[in-house]
């Protein structure tokens, strides 16, 4: 079986987790609206003090910068925290026990001590390649990008690791790099095919929009705002099938156990660590981010 077709098979179990536990989407929505709140204050605070007004042009004043990257702080844990609560939840699916959102949300707040340093550390690094970005331009752009994919790839297992290990910042940092090069390929494929299945999945509010603007102003409003209902669902469901997969990955990357729901497909040659394939762990792509090591 190909990796594609693997990945297709994950996002399918994934899909039949959530199906029979469906307050794991209830995670990405109360992300979202958590984020909104956030950006809601911070815009609200930058524009009551933030803005200095005393020269011919409007500019930020210095409290306005502290408000933007506390903003960045708050959105980076609210979204760890959200997570968290959807690993928890999706863990305790996989160990065929049942879920709730308040249970898993219990189980993220006994982690506060872990998820808000994470949180510190995950604003910083964003604050830091936005920077990079908007100094050096289009070469900072690419630069920004390529470090902040292998950042989040690299970093893809932190949550699980944090929230089912307990594990401080910098221990679960190294830890997350090493079940990393141990599964780099399924890591890659895995979130790349879900962002596939989530791009095709999105691909009908094309033509809603379309019709609704050949329809006139009425027919945009209705119809451009099913089409945002439907892209902010879909988003939400492959979120939470995204938290599914991390925690699959991560069980078997940390213990080498298939999850009984995940049982019957080509997991083992999946997830197969690289040294057991005649190769060597270090080698390869996964070797080239050995120097995260050094966080």
Do not use: C
């Not at 993220?108 to 604003?123: I, M, T």
């Not at 630069?143 to 929230?163: C, D, E, K, Q, Y």
């Amino acid at each position: 079986m190909s990796r594609f077709q693997n990945s297709w098979e994950i996002a399918k179990r994934s899909w039949a987790v959530l199906k029979s536990d469906k307050s794991l989407a209830w995670f990405p929505v109360l992300s979202f609206l958590a984020s909104l709140v956030v950006v809601g204050i911070v815009a609200g605070l930058v524009a009551a003090t933030g803005v200095d007004s005393s020269g011919t042009n409007d500019s930020l004043a210095p409290i306005g910068y502290v408000f933007i990257v506390l903003g960045y702080i708050g959105l980076a844990f609210v979204q760890t925290y959200f997570l968290a609560g959807l690993v928890a939840g999706a863990d305790t699916n996989l160990q065929g026990s049942r879920s709730s959102v308040s249970s898993a949300l219990r189980i993220a707040n006994s982690r506060l001590h872990r998820l808000l340093p994470w949180a510190l550390v995950s604003a910083t690094v964003t604050i830091i390649l936005q920077a990079i970005e908007e100094r050096f331009g289009v070469v900072g752009r690419i630069v920004a990008s390529l470090v902040g994919l292998a950042w989040n790839l690299v970093t893809f297992l932190t949550v699980p690791i944090l929230v089912l290990e307990d594990l401080g910042v910098g221990a679960a940092l190294t830890r997350s790099k090493d079940l990393f090069k141990k599964t780099w390929g399924e890591n890659v494929v895995g979130q790349a095919g879900l962002g596939i299945v989530g791009f095709v999945a999105m691909l009908p509010a094309i033509p809603l929009f379309t019709i609704g603007a050949g329809l006139g102003t009425v027919g945009l409003v209705v119809l451009g705002g099913v089409a945002v209902a439907y892209v902010i669902v879909v988003a939400a469901v492959v979120s939470a099938l995204s938290g599914i997969y991390r925690t699959v990955l991560y069980r078997f990357a940390s213990s080498g156990q298939v999850p009984p729901a995940f049982e019957g497909i080509d997991l083992q040659h999946m997830f197969r660590p690289r040294g057991n394939d005649g190769g060597t762990s270090g080698g390869g792509f996964g070797g080239g981010f050995s120097g995260f090591s050094r966080n």
